[in-house]
């Protein structure tokens, strides 16, 4: 089946303690992204990857990281977590842009 | 802020009523996509609209664009009980890559 596959689904963590939330695709997407989604904001995105090596930050990249070694893989990472990041997170891919974006079922991280 | 922005926030309508959700946004778009998302769930791609594209039909969805008043609507006609959700517009910059989400609409559509 043609999915984006995140993990975990649900987080708590505590302030400071690095985690990385995984993303990947069985689609050979070429771009994927990440967005943080919070009540009455909408989803910001907050960095995205155009192919393999290649990344560059949304809206909101400060406090993230990410990564693009293989194509199916794009992690977010988060060095050092604030409860600001407390958010639910989605990845998503499209074979490239302008097509319809494929999210995964989302990532609810609490920091505390 | 937010590129997308929907109108109106919240509606509610009878089954089999037509809603109408609208979107606008500031700048310049390579194409505009529109999104059902159920509480708390991965977001659903129902629509994409390019730009040198005025209307665009999938089922009971229809998708215009004016590029002019920078601005697209979604209409969902002969509602069902099923389609209550959240719908969002998405807009790709001439950026390649960035895309930007409103804030949503909320849709109930009671039996």
């Known amino acids: 089946e043609a999915q984006v596959t995140q993990n975990p689904r649900y987080l708590i963590t505590v302030t400071g303690k690095k985690l990385t939330v995984t993303c990947s695709q069985n689609m050979n997407h070429e771009y994927m992204s990440w967005y943080r989604q919070d009540p009455g904001l909408g989803l910001r995105q907050i960095y995205y990857s155009m192919n393999v090596e290649v990344t560059d930050k949304g809206d909101v990249p400060e406090g993230y990281k990410v990564s693009r070694k293989e194509k199916r893989n794009f992690p977010l990472i988060l060095e050092s977590p604030s409860p600001n990041q407390t958010s639910l997170y989605f990845c998503?891919?499209?074979?490239?842009?302008?097509?319809?974006?494929?999210f995964g079922s989302g990532t609810r991280l609490t920091v505390v | 802020s937010q590129q997308g922005e929907e109108d109106p926030q919240a509606l509610s309508i009878q089954e089999g009523e037509n809603a109408t959700m609208n979107c606008s946004y500031k700048t310049s778009i390579n194409n505009l996509q529109w999104y059902r998302q159920n509480s708390g769930r991965g977001l659903v791609h129902l629509i994409l609209?390019?730009?040198?594209?005025r209307e665009k039909h999938s089922g009971r969805l229809r998708v215009t664009l004016d590029t002019s008043k920078k601005s697209s609507s979604l209409l969902i006609t002969a509602s069902r009980a099923a389609d209550t959700a959240s719908y969002f517009c998405?807009?790709?910059?001439?950026?390649?890559?960035?895309?930007?989400f409103g804030d949503g609409t909320t849709l109930t559509v009671k039996p």
């Open positions: 998405a807009t790709d910059s001439t950026n390649a890559g960035k895309s930007t």
């Open positions: 998503a891919s499209s074979f490239h842009t302008p097509y319809g974006y494929t």
């Open positions: 609209i390019r730009s040198n594209e």
